[in-house]
């Protein structure tokens, strides 16, 4: 049985996050994002995992909030981060599903961001890891081997370091504030998603040179470390990643960040690499994990997290540091690479027993781990709260910590009401419902008691690899989520609770 908790409002309010820090008032507290990649609801030892320890996700866990209902907007990347870092739903614009590594920069500088909000409040922002969301003026115009002209300092970051889209997309470099970091000079950037370069092998052609991981579907283009991408690059020299060593660059950078502003407030958008697919950790976890290489990954994200718990704890930080640890989208097992992930899991449940995963419109889609800890903000320490919380809130609720106003007409889905409910876990002040974008677009409503999923077009299961089912049929489906979750389609019994969940679509689609 899960347990909520209830906080008087006063005790959420302290400390007075926006003011000034003196020497009778407390310090705006620090935040820190940690963001996993693909990781699922079941991924976690907390959150019931088997076979893997994490005792650093565990330990947040025991000293916040836990929660068991706790979403990410979107079933992929790009549209969750750009939901979470704008306020505002990525179906609401174009271009936003998942970008090549080539893609422009998609949340544009004029918009209004979460890193803005702290910039506003007088933290240092800085963005690590896995960022997905585009550089540059427009998709295929950029000079890798220049300053590129749009980037995340445009988006209210002051410093980042950063992969442009995702481990298994062209270019295999890290991004510093806007150029290639380690840059050789020697091996200029190249970067095409259409055509090879002359004589550049590919996985396709070249399988022999395939030394680290070999494709199951898809990533067989141009060869980087060993193991095949999506999309063309030559070039790169010294600056190409070592997939091995990618959570340590990622860890390093940030670990770096927070000694340097520990006397400051600052705002740690950490988003890691693991475990998304090509799964090739350290060999200080590669071959240690009964579920092989995935279940590697996730030893190695909790790696991290130890990192950044520790360095806040050595800085004399945690107390009043917000650390919020979520994940992307759900999970998926074989998403592209032979890693023998689907033949290993013995017994392990990545969504933790949800329906679906990546990619689809059933729980397993969105439905991703959520644990907050601030002990200096009187977040309860311990618990499980089954409260609806939504990454779309969560500009809007970092907002209203820092006593920052949002600008009019921007994060216009963001409601500031969700910072009680995630410093809290009082389901009094949960969201009515919540929204969840599957890959193909069709969006389902979850309430706390029921799921809504829309009728949409395509296939029941992920046609491309992944076994996966998605969730999509041609005419409504609504679960009773008290009941047996999705197991039993109840849309036929309820037709007005069917009509009501769609009115709330209906009303959100037409709302901007
Ligand atoms: C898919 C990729 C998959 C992953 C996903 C994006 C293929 C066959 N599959 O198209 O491997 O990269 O996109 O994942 O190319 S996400 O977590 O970044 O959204
Ligand atoms: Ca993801």
């Known amino acids: 049985m899960t347990k909520s908790y209830c906080l008087p409002l006063a005790a959420l309010l302290v400390p007075a996050a926006h003011c000034a820090a003196t020497d009778s008032q407390p310090r705006k507290p620090n935040v820190v994002l940690i963001y996993a ?20 996700a565990n330990r947040l866990a025991d000293e916040g909030i836990r929660f068991t209902n706790g979403y990410a907007s979107a079933a992929t990347s790009t549209p969750s981060r750009y939901t979470m870092l704008t306020g505002q739903y990525a179906w609401r614009r174009e271009g936003t599903d998942v970008a090549p590594g080539n893609a422009g920069m998609i949340i ?12 506003g409040a007088g933290y240092a922002t800085g963005a690590f890891g896995k960022w997905h969301l585009g550089l540059g003026d427009s998709t295929a115009t950029q000079d ?89 690059m030559r070039g790169g020299g010294k600056a190409l990643w070592k997939d091995e060593n990618i959570a340590d660059s990622i860890t390093s950078h940030a670990l770096s960040f927070i000694s340097k502003h520990a006397d400051e407030p600052f705002f740690m958008y950490f988003a890691t690499n693991d475990v998304h697919v090509p799964r090739f950790p350290h060999d200080r976890f590669r071959g240690k994990n009964p579920m092989g290489l995935r279940g590697d990954a996730i030893a190695q994200f909790d790696w991290s997290v130890g990192k950044i718990l520790h360095a806040l704890d050595s800085l004399g930080l945690s107390d009043n540091t917000l650390v919020i ?28 027993g949800l329906r679906g995963g990546k990619y689809s419109a059933f729980e397993g889609g969105t439905r991703v781990p959520v644990i907050v800890r601030w002990p200096a903000g009187n977040v309860p320490k311990g618990i499980v709260s089954e409260a609806l919380v939504s990454q779309v809130d969560w500009l809007a609720a970092m907002a209203s910590l820092t006593g920052q106003r949002i600008p009019r007409g921007h994060a ?84 007005d609770v069917v009509a009501e969940l769609a009115e709330i679509l209906a009303t959100e689609r037409s709302r901007q």
């Open 325 to 352: 640890l979520s994940s992307d989208n759900g999970p998926v097992v074989d998403d592209g690479y032979a890693d023998m992930a689907e033949e290993l899991l013995n017994g392990h449940s990545p969504t933790g």
């Open 37 to 56: 990649d693909d990781l699922g609801f079941g991924d976690l030892e907390c959150y019931g995992a088997k076979n893997v320890a994490t005792p650093n």
């Open 144 to 232: 890798w081997n220049a300053q590129l002209p749009a980037a995340l300092g445009d988006l209210g970051f002051d410093y980042s370091y950063i992969m442009a889209a995702t481990a298994d997309r062209v270019p295999c470099v890290f991004i510093e504030n806007g150029h290639v970091a380690d840059y050789d000079p020697t091996a200029p950037i190249e970067v095409d998603y259409h055509k090879n370069f002359p004589g550049e092998p590919t996985g396709r052609d070249n399988p022999e040179l395939l030394t680290k991981l070999k494709p199951s579907h898809g990533h067989n283009q141009s060869i980087v470390n060993g193991i095949s991408r999506i999309g063309y």
């Open 412 to 495: 216009l889905d963001s409601r500031a009401e969700a910072l009680t409910t995630l410093l809290s876990g009082d389901m009094a002040t949960q969201r009515p419902y919540v929204l969840e974008q599957a890959n193909n677009k069709s969006l389902s409503v979850r309430t706390p008691k029921w799921k809504y999923i829309e009728p949409s077009r395509g296939p029941e299961m992920i046609p491309w690899g992944p076994k996966i089912e998605t969730g999509y049929r041609p005419h409504p489906q609504l679960y009773d989520m008290t009941h047996s979750g999705e197991l039993e389609d109840v849309a036929s019994k309820y037709p």
């Open 108 to 119: 544009r500088p004029e918009q209004f961001t979460m890193a803005d909000v702290f910039k």
